[in-house]
């Protein structure tokens, strides 16, 4: 079993930066990779970034350039820095592991307002 829990999400302003954290405990492999998922309002999920255990990225293109997502395996944490947010960045955004099967924490709401 794996359990994920995000902190860090937060009310800000179009343009100000957010930093997301993910502690991941139990069963973590780090060969696995971990990534961050958001979710707005009548929208489908969808990746924003993943990390994989050789720190390959990979993120949306609505997000290159300003969001940053590393990992810091001593701690089986995962971050995200969300810099230049903009209003449609506003979602409940998802940490992810990836094994067998998809494990997703609680979640953590990032509102930006213009």
């Known amino acids: 079993q794996v359990q994920l829990v995000e902190s860090g999400g937060s009310l800000v302003q179009a343009g100000e930066s957010l930093r997301l954290s993910c502690a991941a405990s139990g069963s973590i492999k780090s060969i696995n990779a971990m990534g961050w998922y958001r979710q707005a309002p009548g929208k489908q999920r969808e990746l924003v970034a993943l990390i994989t255990s050789r720190g390959s990225t990979n993120y949306a293109d609505s997000v290159k350039g300003r969001f940053t997502i590393s990992r810091l395996y001593a701690r089986n944490s995962v971050y995200l820095r969300m810099n230049s947010l903009k209003p449609e960045d506003t979602a409940v955004y998802y940490c992810?592991?990836?094994?067998?099967?998809?494990?997703w924490g609680q979640g953590t709401q990032v509102t930006v307002s213009s």
């Open positions: 992810n592991y990836k094994d067998d099967v998809d494990y």
